[in-house]
């Protein structure tokens, strides 16, 4: 290889496209690193903080794409607090600075501010394609400078953000000249929307194949837009109105007759399920249905409706489709590799699924491999057989709606199902546990999840052996989240390298205590170890024995960070 | 919480807290002394002692799911009937009429049981024998145009959106 000329490698390394792939090809020589690097253009950033923009530019000056993530996964679930950082904006201005062609950005839990989106609109004349997924901190106001400015505008896709909504206008900030949307994705929005704007929009734009709509777009105009959009391949259905006058739904029949391609649907906010027999017509071709917004849709309704869907690859639903509902699923959807299981009320235990449901697709479905289940109860015997059906799992997230509940049948801790989830599962890469669990599942966890690369542990183990089996055993660990568990300085100081070989460590409302943390900090420079405080009574010099109420650490190459707010302190 | 090992003592550590647990003793005041006991016996840090008001039942933050817009959930009547149309039938010759919810209803067959039950007749239906089709009745409904129909032509699916009102007739009369 010493003997090819830098381009051909280059052209080589083209073929390689998978982040993982390249930085391999890296490490391989220097002459590797400097051609690989110069010629990488898709960037990913686990964690903002871990490093620069400026050493990521200076690295990839042919940056085109990036994907930056921001706050810890818990923060999905309210566990830290709004500000405590994840912001883009210092990105973006070092990109625009340096003239870099950015074209695509992706961000998952950051904080983008509407400057940020205008900044972004005016500085990247190639800029393509905008995904935000769990962001927050601007308006439709930004939206409607990306749309007026970004003249090459492919994608704008917008998952579960906060947006604040100052009502409709930024649709109609799309030029006349604006013709390349692929894919548009609004789902998340509160506000109304110019109905007009978006169906002239829909209209200019021949590429259209993605097009999610939020709540404020009714059946009446879902149709006509249909009728314009006939090769749409992915659909997100707005508001399905109660009670659509015959003329409309017919339309919309003759409409979704014409939609041969759609293969992923979602949507059906406020819906009510009297129509949904129009949907029947594409449900046989469909590989992708996301129910998860839709509680109105349930019972024979929605079993109706899956028996239409057998291509079915990947279902997000509610778990009011129940244990039966799920039978249903496992007995149709032969081709199915994920499902996630949503709670619908988290609150009551009436409706829910049981391990009824999960033992029945493990048992229907060869080629489930990912799994989301929020479940009203489990039993070791129902996981010991999930295990035996799929050892194919690469992801096996469970939930049981009451954190500390033992085995339904034999009121035995879930060590042994989940130990045998392990052992039997070797591809499994993320795993999520509850219910009552000693320090065994640990030991099985340490002993048999050799591809483990993250795990969520809440209200688990007994001691700090837990989580000592936890990090001694799991080579290839990237991300630890513990929450509301025995697990103390002992188990956080046992191995303080192997901090240095993932990517974070969050632990909340467990035993480690300021001074552990402080020791911890102290040994590795390399690591930003940031308690969250959020009480009034601690400070940064009070007594070490206080608990670490909320303790995220994460490997970085950029130092402690500038933009902690108060409540954060970096040990 | 109830983490502790599985020990007895931590059992009633647990039935101490956990009110729901059938421990409701005559006997409040012993409770609280076990409690107490138990609380300056065992090791547990302070800071898990600071919510010993939070019952399992009011996790903070627990289930771990993204909070959504669910608007339609507090409309549900029961499992299975998260909306209703209910529409109003009458039966020829009788003058005060019933109302039915039809999405309670599977399909045609179902919604044809329970007429026949609340009217206390037999209502003709295509696959059925027509003997005594003097004594049978004919169900037929109004559609959203005015117009009258007999039920069961379209899918039941198309049915119910444009369905108005329901009227059961003998079948001589049409």
């Not at chain 1, 339309?251 to 027999?277: D, I, M, Y």
């Not at chain 1, 990912?370 to 690469?394: D, E, G, W």
């Not at chain 1, 992801?395 to 392990?422: H, M, S, W, Y």
């Not at chain 2, 006991?37 to 771990?64: F, K």
Request: glycine share 6%.
């Amino acid at each position: 290889m010493n003997y090819f000329p830098d381009e051909v490698l280059e052209h080589i390394f083209d073929f390689v496209t998978s982040q993982r792939d390249r930085n391999s090809v890296s490490q391989v020589c220097k002459p590797w690193y400097k051609i690989e690097s110069s010629s990488r253009q898709k960037v990913f950033v686990g964690n903002c903080y871990a490093i620069s923009p400026e050493r990521v530019i200076e690295r990839f000056p042919g940056l085109k794409s990036i994907t930056l993530k921001g706050k810890p996964h818990f923060a999905d679930f309210n566990l830290v607090p709004p500000d405590w950082g994840g912001f883009v904006y210092p990105w973006i201005e070092a990109f625009a600075r340096n003239n870099l062609g950015l074209e695509e950005l992706k961000l998952k839990r950051m904080i983008i501010s509407d400057e940020c989106l205008e900044l972004i609109s005016r500085s990247f004349a190639n800029f393509k394609s905008l995904v935000l997924v769990s962001c927050e901190g601007f308006s439709t106001d930004g939206l409607a400078a990306i749309a007026s400015n970004c003249s090459f505008l492919r994608e704008l896709d917008l998952q579960e953000n906060d947006v604040e909504d100052h009502r409709g206008h930024w649709l109609s900030c799309f030029p006349d000249t604006c013709t390349s949307l692929v894919s548009l994705n609004f789902a998340c929005l509160k506000g109304d929307v110019n109905l007009a704007a978006l169906e002239r929009l829909v209209a200019r734009s021949p590429n259209l194949r993605s097009l999610r709509l939020n709540h404020a777009v009714p059946l009446d105009i879902l149709q006509k837009i249909l009728m314009r959009a006939p090769h749409l391949v992915d659909l997100g259905v707005g508001s399905y109105v109660h009670d659509p006058d015959s003329e409309t739904y017919n339309k919309l029949v003759t409409a979704l007759q014409k939609c041969k391609s759609v293969r992923s649907l979602s949507g059906f906010l406020e819906a009510a399920p009297q129509c949904l027999s129009a949907f029947h017509l594409i449900c046989p071709n469909l590989t992708s249905l996301n129910l998860s917004y839709a509680p109105g849709i349930h019972g024979t309704e929605l079993r109706k409706l899956i028996r239409h869907c057998r291509k079915l690859q990947r279902l997000w639903i509610l778990d009011c489709i129940g244990d039966e509902g799920l039978e249903v699923v496992a007995s149709t959807c032969k081709d199915l590799q994920e499902i996630r299981v949503f709670p619908s009320d988290p609150f009551v235990g009436n409706a829910a699924v049981t391990e009824v449901g999960l033992v029945a697709l493990s048992s229907g479905c060869p080629k489930l491999h990912s799994i989301l289940y929020f479940c009203q109860q489990m039993t070791n015997a129902a996981l010991i057989t999930v295990a035996k059906n799929r050892p194919n799992f690469t992801r096996f997230r469970l939930c049981i709606l009451d954190p500390t509940k033992p085995d339904a049948v034999t009121n035995q801790p879930l060590d042994e199902g989940f130990g045998a989830i392990v052992h039997s599962c070797k591809g499994l890469r993320r795993l999520s546990m509850s219910g009552r669990l000693t320090d065994k599942v640990f030991l099985y966890i340490g002993m048999y999840a050799e591809q483990l690369e993250m795990i969520s542990i809440a209200f688990a183990g007994d001691t700090d052996k837990g989580m000592q089996y936890l990090l001694n055993g799991c080579k290839k660990l990237r991300k630890l989240e513990i929450r509301d568990c025995p697990f103390g300085n002992a188990a956080l100081l046992m191995d303080v390298g192997k901090y240095e070989t993932m990517r974070s460590l969050w632990m909340s409302s467990c035993n480690v205590t300021l001074g552990g943390c402080k020791s911890l900090a102290k040994k590795m420079p390399m690591l930003n170890v940031e308690i969250i405080n959020e009480t009034d009574q601690m400070d940064i010099s009070a007594d070490d024995r206080q608990k670490a109420e909320k303790m995220f650490l994460y490997r970085t190459l950029a130092g402690r960070r500038k933009d902690a707010p108060e409540f954060v302190w970096t040990l | 919480m109830g983490r502790g090992a599985a020990s007895s003592s931590s059992s009633s550590f647990e039935s101490s807290s956990y009110p729901s647990v059938s421990g409701e003793s005559s006997f409040p005041q012993r409770k609280r002394d076990l409690s107490t006991d138990l609380r300056l016996g065992l090791s547990i840090s302070t800071s898990q002692q600071d919510n010993p008001s939070t019952p399992s039942e009011q996790l903070m933050d627990w289930p771990p799911s993204k909070p959504v817009p669910r608007k339609a959930l507090d409309s549900e009547e029961n499992e299975y009937c998260s909306s209703t149309l209910f529409v109003k039938v009458y039966m020829e010759g009788i003058q005060i009429g019933r109302k039915l919810n039809l999405l309670a209803h599977d399909g045609y067959h179902d919604l044809i049981q329970t007429l026949d039950q609340m009217f206390n007749t037999n209502i003709l239906w295509p696959e059925m024998d027509v003997e005594n089709s003097a004594h049978c009745h004919v169900l037929t409904y109004e559609d959203k145009e005015g117009d009258w129909l007999i039920v069961g032509d379209v899918p039941w699916e198309m049915f119910l959106p444009s369905v108005r009102r329901l009227k059961i007739t003998r079948a001589d009369s049409l």
